[in-house]
């Protein structure tokens, strides 16, 4: 291996957080779905992918930058997932968890095709003025983006966060995803909340995408890599904790990082397969507690 | 003395509540012993800790000798631990000749090909199944469900037994029918441990009986004896002379509490002189059972309801078939002089039903506070605030910690926050469903205190109670139900003097 | 109660029986198709590969998805350890039914090794886990030494002719289904059914509940990587992306569920439906599979025993009117 370079692995380990808190947004929705739907939505990845080709498409047709787009690409995740869920997961969610878990398997199939068929299995990538720009920080030099990227996505959690914990919304979500039963008696419309959320994850995972795709080239078929990858940080950070899926975002960042620095860029997203897989077998809970309060 | 089954202090807590609390039981051999005590004393899960499937935070098991406190499941079922479950689980999709099988093939003693299918053959005989043993188990109603149990459970060829409520839900012919096939199992199986809250059973089959309370013992003696114990008869009924002494009426306080609840409780938006609530011959049946038979029953405005029976008997069923939350086979219920049946429970809520749940069903993920707004949500904003500082003023616990978890209470100041959430959506009719289970005497005193405030501003409530003496000292007109009919129905004082009120608890 | 068991099996209402009669069929069907290549052209000998290979797979899959209620979305790692053990160990000369062997044998020491992490997981989590799983072993095969990378790895030996294919795929199916029908006699196949229903009830009933979900899922993973190994001659070099990839696991879902889960004739049932509408939209691949995405989500929505079982039920409710 390497000799250990101080400043290299400063590097590393820094970088590593900033992405990693940047990806945080592509997963900050799924364990409210989760939380909310018992809903294991494995097209997930690919409601992250449509979001970067919607920013890809607006800057090749509109010339809008990919940044400037996030408000308008949120809305389209919220729209296209709306009606999913509403006309296509709501109505089998009485034959059981295992009727909607494969019924957006089958969906993400049907995505990831409809992808290839009408944007190309090229591999494409989102520009932006500051794409190869740097920041130094002493010694330490950090893509100016992922800065960009980790300030927007801590905004939009700490936002998300405040939605949850401090509205209306957010208190019927909290009641739906705890007794759903109870919640429907005491007189929350748990449909439309399950609606909500699964929209609203939509529109997050949309944006989320849009900043990986700032970082890195994407193709048709990333979705179930963004997926895992998305699943690794909700478990982390413990399932339903907002601000916790931020932190477990920065914490997988960094142990991809150091993964591929210590075996080779190849391992970035191994090493995050294997320690899911590891953390679910041990805590499938999460290791950050998830607190009462959320 | 040499036990075939010994329990050590054991304890088993589900996060602050003790359901076994340091309890200990020994089983003789060729004993059979009656477990009885009131909902939520314990006795489940003393079943589920000898049988292996919960596992205590202190204490021991011993079979044989042997610490067993360690064994998987699997290994106990081996060893000769068999147990039926009170609401019976049978492998839905599998033949009853192959529930059997599965457990006839994975006991303790070997059974060779040639062996195996007389053995599952006689037991099927012997439990009358032997006309449904190609039927899916699934298909089955609720008598052969609970057969089917009893022969999974002799197919281990099992030394213990352990019977779990097999006595609920059942008919007395039925009832009498089971009592006979347990006494007929005397001789092959060396012990058994029956829980049973059908006195029948217990009275014909049981040697011992031990009576317990809030995870204690009571008492464990002869079962002649503790039968006759009035200690025993108080515990199912309460005792009404000795709650009178203890509540205090405190008049002002009571005006207090009358006026804030002027602002949470609606008037009915109908003519008047017609019931406010009609159930018509409804019928609930889920998976093969039928927890409702024809149930019809009315509430007329401002009237308190109380809706009394045993463990089993449809209570809770009925109380979630009014909140939208069961689907009705058949039969309609109409409100305020609309059919709510194929209404969504938040719709139900809206039009002026609340419900106080079972189990209280507090959020602890909502802070009380948010727990009391969610029960109000379709208020509006000035409306909500006018309300939330009511129910504060009815119960000012909740307001000193109202920033609190929900779940964070004590169990009767939780019961008073499920009574505050339900007053928060200002109902014309309140369902309370055993509202005074799991919780001490005193706080008993206290929410039932509160409930009386909340009968004098007029409102109308059903009052669904396994406790008998409070809901009637409530009640203006109650009901029995028994194996999801009514069975019995009158003013309080009639019913109290009605002999047929104790059987039908006691059977 | 329910530990995350198929729902989309609970109407199911015939129960699984196996007699002599079922491998009769077996052995009646196994000679006509036997027979097959004497009379169809290369081009119908390679769909009726696929069917077989498709149809065993599903069958294999069933194994523990259908009857133990252990639903994994990781059959490409299985899949794909069976296509580079044939490739590495043919490549090392030793014979093709000692490579089928150590196919096998690999793939059932993989679930041993992965089972303590994977069995803590019920339900959902247990589908994520396996969904990873496979996703890890795809991205160790590109990066790791010793499997060739992304390029893969070229069989040395001559690759055999299309009918040798279709016979030595057809013999693979007749193994896997006599193997599941003999599971199906055996007394593991209450075990596994009961797990499947309620996990804890089996456990009280002296079912040791762990072993059971490893047998199913090795024996699954064993059969899935048998037909992998074959694959692998098929193709004659093995890459990642094919023989780790998730098309695996999409064809093997797709055809379980269109089919009937947890019946024994689905699996070729939705072979055959799979195949053939493959074979009709060839030109246009992607649309080939978001079609069958399309209908995989009507299948799960309005016929959620698959199309077998929705006939059988159909035929039963006839019979009992008649």
Known sequence: ?294 | MTAVLQLESITKSYGGVRALDSLSLHVAPGEVLGVIGPNGAGKSTLIGVIGGALTPNSGTVTFDGRDISTLSSADRARLGIGRTYQIPRPFTRMTVADNVRLAATNSGHHLSHRELEPFVAGILERLGLTPFAEEVAGKLPLLRRKRLELARALALKPRVLLLDEIGAGLVRSETEELISIIQSLRTEVESMVLIEHVMDVISQCCDRTAVLDFGKMVTVDETPKVLADPVVASLYLGSVAESADTIVVDESKRAAIRASLTSLVSAPNMASGTPLLTVDDVWVRYGGLNALKGVSLSVNPGECIALLGANGAGKTTMARSLAGAVPLTSGTISFAGKSIAGLRPDEVTALGIAQCMEGRKIFGTLSIEENLIAGGLDARKHVKAERLEAVYSIFPILKQRRKNSGTALSGGQQQMLAIGRALMSAPTLLVFDEISLGLSPIAVDEVYEALGAIRDSGVSMIVVEQSVDRALGLADRAMVLGQGEITLEGKPAELLADARLLASYLG | MKNGISILLSRIATPTRVGPRDFIIVAVLAAIAFAVPYFAGTYQQEVGFRILQLGALAAAWNIAAGYTGLVSLGSAAFFGIGVYTMAMASNAGLPLVLCVVLAAVVAGLFALIVSPALFRLRGLYFTVGTLALAEAMRIFVVNSPWFGGQAGIFLTAKAPKAYDLYWIALLVAVIVVVGVLLLLRSRWSYRMQAVRDDEDVASQLGVRTYRTKLWAFGLSGAFIAIIGSIQALNQGIVQPNGGFGMSWTIDIVSVAIIGGMGTKVGPWVGAVFIVLLGEFLIQFPEIHLAVVGVVLVLVIRFMPNGIWGTLTLALQKKRNFS
């Not at chain 1, 809008?64 to 408000?71: D, G, M, Q």
């Open chain 1, 1 to 294: 291996m390497n000799s250990i370079d101080p400043v290299g692995l400063a590097n590393t380990v820094l970088g590593g957080a900033l992405l990693g808190g940047l990806i945080a947004l592509s997963a900050v929705g799924l364990s409210l779905v989760l939380g909310v739907m018992k809903l294991v939505n494995l097209m997930h990845g690919q409601i992250v992918v449509l979001g970067a080709y919607a920013a890809f498409y607006l800057a090749a047709f509109w010339g809008i930058s990919p940044l400037l787009a996030l408000p308008i690409v949120f809305v389209l995740g919220f729209a296209f997932t709306a009606p999913v869920e509403k006309f296509i997961l709501a109505p089998v969610a009485k034959h059981g968890e295992e009727a909607g878990l494969l019924t957006t398997f089958a969906l993400a199939i049907i995505l990831e095709n409809l992808f290839i068929r009408f944007f190309s299995g090229d591999s494409r990538s989102l520009d932006t003025a500051f794409s190869r720009e740097t920041i130094a920080i002493g010694p330490i030099n950090l893509p100016t983006i992922y800065l960009i990227g980790f300030a927007i996505s801590l905004t939009v959690c700490l936002a998300v966060w405040m939605l949850v914990t401090r509205t209306s919304f957010g208190r019927s979500l909290r009641a739906s995803s705890e007794d759903p039963i109870s919640a429907a008696i005491v007189g929350i419309h748990v449909s439309r909340v399950r609606w909500g959320t699964f929209a609203l994850n939509g529109g997050l995972a949309s944006m989320g995408g849009v900043l990986i795709a700032l970082c890195f080239s994407f193709t048709p078929s990333s979705g179930s890599e963004y997926l895992l990858t998305a699943f690794a940080i909700i478990v982390l950070g413990g399932l339903g904790n907002i601000m916790g899926t931020f932190v477990g975002g920065i914490a997988l960042g960094v142990i991809q990082s150091l993964g591929a620095y210590f075996f080779g860029d190849g391992y970035r997203t191994f090493v995050g397969l294997v320690m899911l897989i590891i953390l679910l077998a041990i805590a499938p809970n999460g290791i950050l507690k998830r607190r009462r309060s959320l």
